[in-house]
């Protein structure tokens, strides 16, 4: 069974950052696809920004040149960058990974709002 701890949510004005961590209980060296998502009030829970295949990201448009995903294999840790961010970024935002199966966070609540 894989645990997260995930941290750096809340509340930031819009224009302002933040920055995510998800640490996980298992190594994350040999974890190839490993990511974000976000799930917005009464929408479907969406893909943010992820690795696939190792190294090779991937983002949502809406994101694009604003959030960046990176990760810390000696620290077990994958992390989200976010400048710029909109009122419309405002969500609960998980972190998964694949290892065997599908695992998930337990989520982390990030609001934009002057």
């Known amino acids: 069974q894989v645990q997260f701890v995930e941290s750096g949510g809340g509340l930031v004005q819009p224009g302002g950052s933040l920055r995510l961590s998800c640490t996980t209980s298992?190594?994350?060296?040999?974890?190839?696809?490993m990511g974000w998502h976000r799930q917005k009030p009464g929408k479907q829970r969406e893909l943010v920004a992820a690795?696939?295949?190792?190294?090779?990201?991937n983002y949502a448009d809406s994101v694009k040149g604003r959030f960046t995903i990176s990760r810390d294999n000696a620290k077990n840790t994958v992390y989200l960058q976010m400048n710029g961010l909109k009122p419309e970024d405002t969500a609960v935002y998980y972190c998964?990974?694949?290892?065997?199966?599908?695992?998930w966070g337990q989520g982390i609540q990030v609001t934009v709002s002057s």
């Open positions: 298992t190594s994350i060296v040999s974890i190839t696809n």
């Open positions: 998964w990974m694949t290892y065997s199966r599908l695992y």
């Open positions: 690795f696939s295949s190792g190294d090779i990201t």
